[in-house]
């Protein structure tokens, strides 16, 4: 049971990130095509995201180890 739980949480987060940082990736795509004169300013704000977001499947990592060595 604790391997179906591991692999829930690390499933769960990687795909969730992954949706995520499409999503921020194609936004920043398109604010850039709209206002090419502010590059600078989304590319900055895009990186900071797909930071924040891939902290998610790292976190599921960790929760997946904690689940399976708890037992």
């Known amino acids: 049971m ?5 692999a829930i949480a690390v499933g769960l987060g990687a795909i969730g990130a992954g949706f995520g940082n499409g ?3 194609s936004r920043t795509v398109e604010g850039i095509s709209r206002q090419p ?15 924040i977001v891939e902290v998610v499947p790292l976190i599921g990592v960790v929760l997946g180890f904690l689940m399976f060595f708890q037992a």
């Open 2 to 6: 604790e391997f179906l739980a591991a």
């Open 23 to 25: 999503m921020i990736v």
């Open 37 to 51: 004169e502010a590059r600078g300013a989304l590319q900055t704000t895009m990186f900071i995201g797909v930071g």
